[in-house]
Each structure stands twice: as structure tokens, then as C-alpha cells.
């Protein structure tokens, strides 16, 4: 299994500064032959299931607003959250589907 | 706008077959993947596998023995059994289908998910 490690485990950021979350897979999740990394990053809040943020590790997905960026490849990424607004406290986590078990990583509890 | 729902038992007693349905509405599941994931109370996420719309699976090796999906095609749903529970197995439980682009769809990020259903493992 390709295994996935965030860090920090938690975070606090003041309102309006940066948040920078990383995410170290196993092995390498980049495809050679279209050079896609197969990275997904979901935010989650108490209560709901995870909202995908981020795919092909730095793709946002539609309505995701512009302050979340994601970066890296190969097996280093980053999500950036560039000015933190009050409602993104909540658990972050990356998943590669490069190769079954398509696995997460532990999570990111961002706060205030 | 495609929506998914699991439903089942919400206490399932040590040793039985815990059993979810996961209703997609909004669309039909003749061209997805779906997968289902659990999250312990407090806890990460975990994959435990996903089946297409041709009826091909795939299951986490660490759960493989006692997981089975299959498909409703008729009724747009499709179930999980997970045999021989264990308080371990008491999680939310969610079902979440690959991405699609236009008609075609894949596996993947997951989006949309369900909301999750609980379900505890107690006697």
C-alpha cells in the first residue's frame, strides 16, 4: 500500500494569514505517461463528509474558492490556503488513487 | 445534481454481517464507480473499496476477506456487506462515486459523497 503522511497533524493559523499543510506519500503517485499526480486533497467539517478541494494535485474543483492552492509532485505536495477565513476551520486530507488502496492520509485539523 | 445516501442498521451485534445501501438519485449508476469509505468515531478515512458500473470490484487487501459490493442497477443503488464485525468496524460508513467528465466517468477523486451513516458493532 502506498501510505500517506500529513504534517502537521494540527494547525492553528490566525484569520487571514497563510495555512500550509503537507503531504508525503510512499512512493511516487506522478503517471509518466501524462505527467498527472494522483493527488486529491478533501476538506472535511464536523458532522459532514469530506468536500473535495483539490485533484490531479493542484486542480481546484468548481466553487473551491481561490484561496486554496495545491502543489508539489511526485511524492512531496502542499495545500496552501492562502488568507484563512473562519470557515475553514475543519480536517484536511490528501488521498492518492495512483494504485488500490487508494489511501489517505491521516488528516490536518486546521483551527484558529 | 447527483446525490447519494446510505442506509442500513445503525447497531449491528460482534460476529454478524453489517449490511449499507448506498441510493444514487440524480443520475444513474449504469456508468459509475462507486466506492465506500469508513471513518472511526474521531478517526481517519479509511478505503474500502469500490465496484464499477460493469460489476468489477476492487477491495483493500486488509479487508478483503470479509467485504462484498455488489450492484442494483434496477433500483440505482449499490450495497456492502462486511462479515464478521468487530467493535473495530464500528465507523460512519460512506459511499462516494469516482469523477465523471461529461458522459464518462472514472476512478479517482471521489465526488460527490453521501452524508455517511453510522453504525456501531455492540452486543
Known amino acids: 500500500d502506498i501510505v500517506m503522511t500529513q504534517s502537521p497533524d494540527s494547525l492553528a493559523v490566525s484569520l487571514g494569514e497563510r495555512a500550509t499543510i503537507n503531504c508525503r506519500s510512499s512512493?511516487?503517485?506522478?503517471?509518466?505517461?501524462?505527467?498527472?499526480?494522483?493527488l486529491a486533497w478533501y476538506q472535511q467539517k464536523p458532522g459532514q463528509p469530506p468536500k473535495l478541494l483539490i485533484y490531479?494535485?493542484?486542480t481546484r474543483d468548481s466553487g473551491v474558492p481561490d484561496r486554496f492552492s495545491g502543489s508539489g509532485s511526485g511524492t512531496d505536495f502542499t495545500l496552501t490556503i492562502s488568507s484563512l477565513q473562519a470557515e475553514d476551520v475543519a480536517v484536511y486530507y490528501c488521498?492518492?488513487?495512483?494504485?488500490?488502496?487508494?489511501?489517505f492520509g491521516q488528516g490536518t485539523k486546521l483551527e484558529i | 445534481q447527483v446525490h447519494l445516501q446510505e442506509s442500513g442498521p445503525g447497531l449491528v451485534k460482534p460476529s454478524e454481517t453489517l449490511s449499507l445501501s448506498c441510493s444514487v438519485s440524480g443520475g444513474s449508476i449504469s456508468n459509475y464507480y462507486l466506492t465506500w469509505i469508513r471513518q472511526p468515531p474521531g478517526k481517519g478515512l479509511e478505503w474500502i473499496g469500490y465496484i464499477s458500473y460493469s460489476g468489477s470490484t476492487k477491495y483493500n487487501p486488509s479487508l478483503q476477506s470479509r467485504v462484498t459490493l455488489s450492484l442494483d442497477t434496477p433500483k440505482n443503488q449499490v450495497s456492502l456487506k462486511l462479515s464478521s464485525v468487530t467493535a473495530a468496524d464500528t465507523a460512519v460508513y460512506y459511499c462516494?462515486?469516482?469523477?465523471?467528465?461529461?458522459?464518462?466517468?472514472?476512478?479517482?477523486?471521489?465526488?460527490?459523497w453521501g452524508q455517511g451513516t453510522l453504525v456501531t458493532v455492540s452486543s
Open positions: 462516494a462515486r469516482g469523477y465523471c467528465s461529461g458522459s464518462n466517468c472514472y476512478l479517482g477523486w471521489l465526488d460527490p
Open positions: 512512493q511516487s503517485v506522478l503517471y509518466s505517461s501524462n505527467s498527472k499526480n494522483y
Open positions: 490531479w494535485a493542484s
Open positions: 488521498q492518492q488513487y495512483y494504485d488500490t488502496p487508494y489511501t
